[in-house]
Antibody, heavy 118, light 107 residues
């Protein structure tokens, strides 16, 4: 069965970086794009970006495109989201989600809480 | 960016009630809309895509309709497990955007 398993919770200081992993299984890794979405505490959902695991091409939301980098490792079927220059407002749960062939999100990771605090 | 406005933001209802949630887009988005259900501490779960197509495994009491700028999610008979927060999402244009959410609580 399709699974997206994310790395564990992180606590970081302002100005630091965080790298969250999303390990996939149960399907052909290079055949489905992966999105990243975040959710601040008690807030709604915010799309961050997308990566094509086949060629590695990416597209980011303008809001944080200068601080976000999505990468992938085809040998381990894992996608990574790195966020730099962390601020308190980056405190959120970060989700990866698989894009179906028709463009919609069908499977999600369990989420990774990133807390930014001095 | 395309803004999605959901209404209401909060809804109190009883088991068995018919519930309708509206999502309005700031510009036309054809039928590129999805609806998600999210429970506390969990990832969103896809209910409806392409505005009206029921995702596999989702109960038939959920339905979606609309095109252009106005969309609705309807739960025909609310069940105890349906108390959650619901989000619409547009996939017509990058950046992808979500509505602000509708929290459905027990009356």
């Amino acid at each position: 069965q399709v699974q997206l398993v994310q790395s564990g919770a992180e606590v970081k200081k302002p100005g630091a970086s965080v790298k969250v992993s999303c390990k996939t299984s149960g399907y052909t890794f290079t055949s489905y794009y992966i999105h990243w979405v975040r959710q601040a505490p008690g807030q709604g959902l915010e799309w961050m970006g997308i990566i094509d695991p086949s060629g590695g091409s990416t597209s980011y939301a303008q809001k944080s495109q200068d601080r976000v980098t999505l990468t992938r490792d085809t040998s381990t079927s894992t996608v990574y989201m790195e966020l730099t220059s962390l601020r308190s407002e980056d405190t959120a749960v970060y989700f990866c989600a698989r894009r179906m062939g028709n463009g919609y999100f069908d499977h999600w990771g369990q989420g990774t809480l990133v807390t930014v605090s001095s | 960016d395309i803004q999605l406005t959901q209404s209401p933001s909060f809804l109190s209802a009883s088991v068995g009630d018919r519930v309708t949630i509206t999502c309005r887009a700031s510009q036309g988005i054809d039928s590129y809309v999805a609806w998600f259900q999210q429970k506390p501490g969990k990832a969103p779960n896809l209910l409806i895509y392409a505005a009206s197509t029921l995702q596999s495994g989702v109960p038939s009491r959920f339905s979606g309709s609309g095109s252009g700028t106005e969309f609705t999610l309807t739960i025909s008979s609310l069940q105890p497990e349906d108390f959650a927060t619901y989000y619409c999402q547009q996939l017509n244009t990058f950046p992808l955007t979500f509505g602000g959410g509708t929290k459905v609580e027990i009356k």
